[in-house]
């Protein structure tokens, strides 16, 4: 089986759409994750003079995340009382935010949920951070889910108006990045940053490859004489496999080998060079590479089922859409891919890592039975060679009579 | 000679055999082969029949592509339900085919071979490099298969059907684009190829089987129409092929009275030679029926019987 990988993974290196692959996953690279702005995000916070960019009127300092519980739950309220008054909310469905209509129901969760609040903001010592998402979060159930209240989608943070607020949220900035350093969790935040990105293209380019990987027997006209072969199937469609997820691995293990050198490298954190390709390696495998290796069982599989690449190309572009957003905290079975678009938060991730555990699980084992499934129906098709033509002709044509003709040569 | 009930059997060889036993193959309503029966010993067997006559449904059966719709196949004592084994046993050129894209000769030969379950490289070169040589084309094997001739490429589809030494090789038209030296060449090679083992022969080339072949099988509308020695087919056409010289007018007038076999001008005259039960025109002489006209005097009967 080793000699048939080498060689599927030859014939990989000769497609073009592998190549396009790889500047597609450089390409994503270099303008979401090693950017200015991803510097700038990993990077210690600054403490400078504080510059309004709004007008006299109404100064603008920049935008600050909740300082504590009763700037929370004080956000909080507000963003439920809009919601109220105006009788909509934002919800997100397949990957858009749309506003939607609220019902009574759903408007005496929100009352009520802003009463809770009204209680947490007469004594907000008495509460904790968690205490008051968990308000939102159960708002966020009553809505049916997917809703702006959900942790991660939505945001209760505030714009800073004085020079004293802006000076104050300069200090908890950088107390929070000091925070994060001295927990060890710069260089894991940097790889978790770079795996959401790069889990965009993982998520929907392999499949361009693998949904005509076994189909290719048939439209080089070469599977007759493969098929009366006595190959397994399993070894067959197993070798294919194995060799395109590795050819398609190693791309993303080498990015993750550049990530981490040169955000070491960027951000001048001497002597961690080897932590940072160790830790991106790490989260690289454990979160990018299931996503990509079920992209290619997914392929072959629909290619087989289906007999047609385009099938799976079609229902994986879906399945994309429906894992792009939230950009943190939702990590359903149905999540092909792990978002989490933030290099801080880490405290988030802690309280998450047993859902994504469970989720990387569910697609490594069906990863495993994806590519069963596809040697299974190759070798079902494989002695079915009338029933192909049969297809491909009544798809063509419109007329199961030709291809029976056709198959009596 | 045609019909008979059960299996029909030709040779006395044993060892390796293939019996086909009431084999039918349909498509939807169409039947493809119709209650099939016989039995071939080793050596090069020949299987004629007209377009549509079910030769290339019967290969692919044979090849394990098509599941028969009912009757068995046993191929030296395996049944095609097997079909691990059965595809160890056979080695098969389809009448259309090509390779992957970008590769060369010997990636093709080594590809399918380790397909076939030849594991050593050492073995898979060995095997290649004499195959290579025996279908002529040693100083091609780092050509792309797409920059090969018609004739090359079906030399080197007959190489990749026998590298894994099938006791049963079927071949579909396989001299299809040959010149008529690699013709003969060709011919010879599957002789060397059919000791100890089966050549199953599906052509057009009517030539092909009288050279090469000791029995054959003649498939006419999905039935066995003829299984047997070549011989006793040229017997069944003796006395029925005559052949006469005609003047041009004379021929114009009445070439369609009977069935023509040849055809040749010679000066102001036409040479015919045409199959009839009695003497066509005055003056015409029978001669010695060729494997060829007893070929079409058979297909002549069947088309006058359906």
Request: hydrophobic share 45%; glycine share 8%; proline share 3%.
């Amino acid at each position: 089986m080793m000699a048939l990988i080498g060689k599927e993974m030859r014939m990989t290196l000769r497609s073009l759409v592998f190549y396009l692959f790889i500047i597609a996953s450089v390409f994503f690279y270099f303008t979401s994750y090693a950017t200015e702005e991803t510097w700038g995000e990993l990077g210690s916070p600054v403490i400078s003079t504080p510059q309004n960019v709004g007008t006299i009127e109404h100064p603008y300092y920049g935008w600050k995340q909740p300082a504590d519980t009763r700037d929370l739950a004080e956000q909080m309220r507000k963003e439920m009382g809009w919601n109220l008054d105006a009788g909509t909310s934002q919800k997100i469905r397949l990957g858009f935010p749309f506003k939607v209509k609220l019902n009574e129901k759903e408007k005496t969760a929100l009352s009520a949920a802003i009463s809770q609040l009204d209680e947490v903001l007469k004594n907000p010592d008495k509460y904790t951070m968690d205490e008051v998402n968990t308000i939102a979060e159960s708002v966020n159930n009553q809505l049916g889910g997917k809703s702006i209240y959900q942790q991660g989608l939505g945001e209760f943070g505030s714009a800073i108006e004085t020079v004293d607020e802006a000076i104050k949220a300069q200090e908890a900035d950088l107390a929070r990045y000091n925070a994060k350093v001295n927990a060890g969790e710069l260089l894991p935040g940097a790889a978790r940053y770079f795996s959401d990105y790069l889990s965009l293209p993982a998520g929907i380019f392999p499949v361009f490859l693998s949904a005509f990987l076994l189909l290719r027997d048939r439209s080089s006209r070469m599977n007759e004489l493969i098929y009366s072969r006595r190959i397994s199937p399993w070894v067959y469609v197993g070798s294919k496999f194995i060799a395109q997820g590795v050819m398609l691995s190693m791309i993303y293990l080498i990015l993750a080998v550049i990530g981490g050198w040169q955000t070491v490298d960027t951000l001048g954190l001497t002597g961690q060079t080897g932590q940072a390709i160790v830790i991106f390696l790490g989260y690289t495998a454990w979160w990018l590479l299931p996503t990509l290796w079920i992209s290619v069982a997914f392929g072959m599989f629909g290619s087989m089922l289906f007999r047609r690449g385009i099938v799976p190309i079609a229902l994986q572009i879906v399945w994309w859409f429906m894992s792009v957003l939230p950009l943190l905290g939702s990590y359903g079975l149905n999540r092909l891919f792990i978002r989490f678009n933030s290099p801080n938060d880490y405290e988030l991730y802690w309280k998450w890592t047993d859902e994504i555990a469970l989720n990387r699980s569910f697609y490594l084992i069906l990863t495993v039975l994806l590519a069963a499934g596809a040697a299974w129906l190759w070798e079902r098709n494989r002695s079915r060679l009338d029933s192909a033509k049969m297809l491909s002709r009544k798809t063509a044509k419109g007329s199961v009579a030709a291809s029976a003709a056709e198959a009596l040569r | 000679m045609t019909g008979e009930q059960g299996v029909i059997r030709t040779g006395e060889k044993t060892g390796m055999e293939l019996i086909i036993n009431h084999l039918t193959k349909t498509y939807g309503n169409k039947q493809a082969l119709q209650d099939i029966s016989f039995r071939v010993g080793e050596g090069i067997h020949g299987l004629l029949g007209p377009n549509g006559a079910g030769k290339t449904t019967l290969m692919r059966l044979l090849a394990t592509l098509l599941e028969p719709t009912s009757g068995t196949v046993e191929i030296g004592g395996v049944t095609l339900k097997d079909k691990a084994q059965i595809r160890e046993l056979v080695g098969y050129l389809p009448q259309e085919f090509a390779f992957y894209p970008g590769m060369t000769v010997v990636e093709a030969m080594d590809y399918l071979a380790l397909l076939s379950g030849i594991a050593g490289r050492a073995e898979r070169k060995r095997r290649i490099d004499n195959l290579l040589e025996l279908v002529n084309l040693t100083e091609q094997r780092r050509t792309k298969v797409k920059a090969l001739s018609g004739g090359m490429k079906r030399r080197l589809g007959v190489a990749q059907a026998m590298v894994h030494e099938p006791k049963l090789l079927i071949v579909d038209e396989p001299t299809a684009g040959l010149d008529p030296e690699e013709r003969i060449r060709f011919r010879r090679l599957l002789s060397r190829f059919a000791e100890g083992r089966i050549v199953l022969l599906s052509t057009h080339v009517v030539e092909d089987v009288e050279s090469t072949c000791e029995q054959m099988t003649v498939l006419h509308k999905g039935r066995l129409r003829y299984h047997g020695r070549i011989g006793d087919l040229t017997a069944a056409a003796a006395g029925r092929v005559w052949i006469a010289e005609l003047d041009r007018v004379e021929w114009e007038r009445d070439r369609d009275r009977f069935p023509v076999l040849s055809a040749v001008p010679e000066g102001r005259n036409m040479r015919v030679r045409v199959l009839a039960d009695e003497q066509p025109y005055a003056g015409a002489q029978q001669t010695a029926p060729s494997i060829e006209d007893a070929y079409l005097h058979l297909m002549r009967r069947e088309e006058s019987f359906v």
